[in-house]
């Protein structure tokens, strides 16, 4: 069954992307309400790294309940879907589900007036060796279930055919595709925090090749049946634009940079019309 989220009465002018959040949602709400007529009647799409699962559930729904009272007053609805840090078993449609704030899973699509967006979680986190370490030091005299976790296994992107499948099959089209990581052949950004990392950490490289391939993929999937002409991620903390084959793509900035690109979909796609 194909996951989904109506929103007929937004057009891709009310449709912001934002990268990587980690956890800084009192930011993300002082934002909104410092530009509250710029976020009015919008959507904002939050494109992994939320930084939900550091906290007990119940931290979340109380701060979600105050983001929620400010997001319903101007009409905004702020969508989040899980990166590499995040807890994944909250990502599956049941917890932390507002009127205004939705917590989805991989797979989702987003429906507006003009676009299908679909939206795919997960990443690989390329500090996970100190990531156990410090939660190791956290926790080493509290019981299993009252520890902090910092870290989560099962984090990487998911190449889920049968679910395409099934969209391509009900004649569903992705305008827009929106994921944590991205293609091998998408840009990132400075490499030489990989490489600190890949000293200690010896499996690091061939699981950033596995990470990779799966959104490679992906996307030849949905450039191919899909039609997809637009793609945003995360993950890198930096924003660029460009094109690979038909698809442009857009890397997006976390909150912090929020003020200076939070354009909307129909900006970003406008901007790029000469291709």
């Given amino acids: 069954m194909i996951n989904t989220l109506n929103f007929n009465n937004i057009t891709s002018d009310k449709v912001i992307f934002i990268g990587d959040i980690h956890g800084e949602f009192e930011l993300l709400l002082w934002t909104i309400k410092q530009d509250s007529n710029h976020f009015r009647d919008t959507i904002i799409i939050i494109l992994g790294d939320c930084g939900i699962g550091f906290y007990k559930e119940q931290y979340y729904i109380d701060l979600f309940n105050k983001i ?22 909250y990502f599956d449609g049941n917890h932390l589900n507002f009127s205004n704030i939705k917590v989805i899973p991989d797979y989702t699509i987003i429906k507006t007036d003009d676009n299908n967006i679909l939206c795919v979680g997960g990443g690989l986190s390329i500090d996970r060796i100190p990531r156990k370490q410090k939660e190791y030091k956290l926790n080493r005299f509290k019981s299993v279930n009252k520890g902090q976790k910092l870290y989560w296994e099962n984090e990487l992107p998911i190449y889920d055919e049968n679910k395409l499948n099934e969209i391509r099959d009900n004649n569903i089209v992705i305008d827009v595709m929106a994921t944590h990581t991205a293609p091998s052949f998408f840009p990132f950004n400075d490499n030489s925090a990989v490489k600190s990392f ?10 950033l090749i596995t990470e990779r391939s799966i959104m490679d993929n992906i996307y030849d999937y949905v450039s191919t049946f899909l039609e997809t002409r637009y793609w945003f991620y995360g993950h890198f903390h930096s924003y660029t634009q460009g094109k690979y084959e038909h698809v442009i793509y857009q890397m997006m900035p976390n909150v912090d940079e929020m003020k200076s690109y939070n354009k909307t979909l129909k900006e970003l796609i406008d901007e790029n019309t000469i291709w």
């Fill in 68 to 89: 929620n009272i400010t997001c319903n007053e101007i009409n905004t609805t702020v969508i989040m879907f899980r990166g590499n840090h995040d807890d994944p078993s």
């Fill in 198 to 207: 890949l000293r200690i950490d010896d499996k690091l490289k061939d699981d």
